[in-house]
């Protein structure tokens, strides 16, 4: 059986809960999950997509592709516009808010749960 691989980054002011909205975050977490084990691999830093109070749609592309090796991305909040960019580029967004370690386990779950009716 392969190992189950994924890449996550996770908007977090502090590095404890999923706590930013994707467009207001600077700091990025990003962890790997393999079969089950999560680990933080890396901090990625961003200039913000909305800084004042507009979206910044070059900023938003190229935010979007700070993560394109990433399988996932973990916010309180993600736009319809910064989902639709993200998918674009093959990363799924979701909104679990809570501590990251819980959010991360909710999402694999998610995933396995989905991949049963694949």
Do not use: W
């Not at 980054?9 to 084990?37: L, M, P, R, W």
């Not at 830093?45 to 900023?59: A, I, L, N, S, Y």
């Not at 935010?63 to 973990?74: E, H, I, K, R, S």
């Not at 991360?104 to 998610?110: E, G, Q, V």
């Amino acid at each position: 059986m392969a190992d189950e691989r994924y890449l996550i980054a996770v908007a977090s002011s502090d590095g404890i809960v999923v706590n930013n909205h994707f467009g207001h975050a600077s700091t990025f977490y990003v962890y790997e999950v393999i079969n089950d084990v999560i680990e933080l691999k890396e901090i990625r830093k961003v200039e913000p997509v909305c800084q004042t109070g507009e979206h910044d749609d070059k900023r938003l592309d190229e935010n979007a592709q700070v993560f394109a090796d990433c399988d996932f991305l973990l916010a309180s909040k993600v736009g319809d516009g910064a989902a639709a960019v993200l998918e674009n580029k093959g990363i799924v967004p979701y909104q679990i808010p809570g501590i990251i370690s819980e959010s991360i386990d909710k999402l694999i779950r998610f995933e396995k749960v989905n991949k049963l009716f694949d």
